[in-house]
């Protein structure tokens, strides 16, 4: 009578840690979606603002036509990319198309006097760190959730319901990971 008590109770036992097991998994993996929503909708944001810095610049800088189509189809890449390597992606061309943009705007003081340029780039800044904001939650679930999906005996679990492992958010250019040159 004892060993089917015992029996019994290790399955009990069994199956409760796979429940929870499981379950936190899920809730893991339903914390990255919508972490990567995040980064998303503060990426579109950022889009959103690209058309109304153009059109400040242009009154002051018409012959920039390459940089404006540039950043055309920068917008065009955030706004269509899939998947965290896309984004990732349509991010880095971004920045770095608005960091040209900007670099423009520096040659003009009558533009960054402006108060309509001024305001846009406070949100634009605004917005960066949100993203950054929104990367760094992101990636801390992501790190959770592979961490958890991929540790003994969750593995197996993991592994027998379907889990894989998510991407990191990250800078592909390198140039991005160098220190920024200020100047006094």
């Not at 993203?131 to 592994?159: H, K």
């Amino acid at each position: 009578m004892i060993v089917v008590i015992v029996i019994v109770v290790l399955v009990v036992l069994v199956l409760g840690w796979l429940m929870y097991t499981y379950n936190r998994l899920v809730r893991l993996r339903n914390e990255t979606d919508q972490g990567f929503s995040g980064i998303d909708i503060q990426l579109k944001r950022r889009a959103d603002l690209i058309p109304n810095l153009v059109e400040s610049v242009k009154a002051y800088a018409a012959h920039e036509s390459g940089l404006f189509e540039e950043l055309a189809q920068a917008r065009a890449s955030t706004l269509s990319a899939q998947g965290v390597a896309g984004a990732a992606d349509a991010a880095g061309k971004t920045g770095a198309a608005l960091g040209r943009l900007f670099a423009v705007a520096e040659a003009y003081p009558q533009l960054r006097a402006s108060e309509n340029f001024k305001r846009l780039q406070d949100e634009l800044t605004d917005t960066e760190d949100k993203i950054a904001a929104a990367r760094r939650y992101y990636n801390t679930v992501v790190q959770a959730y592979n961490t958890g999906q991929q540790t003994f005996p969750a593995s197996v679990v993991a592994g027998t319901f379907g889990f894989s492992p998510r991407e990191f958010f990250r800078l592909d250019d390198d140039g991005d990971r160098a220190p920024v040159a200020v100047s006094v």
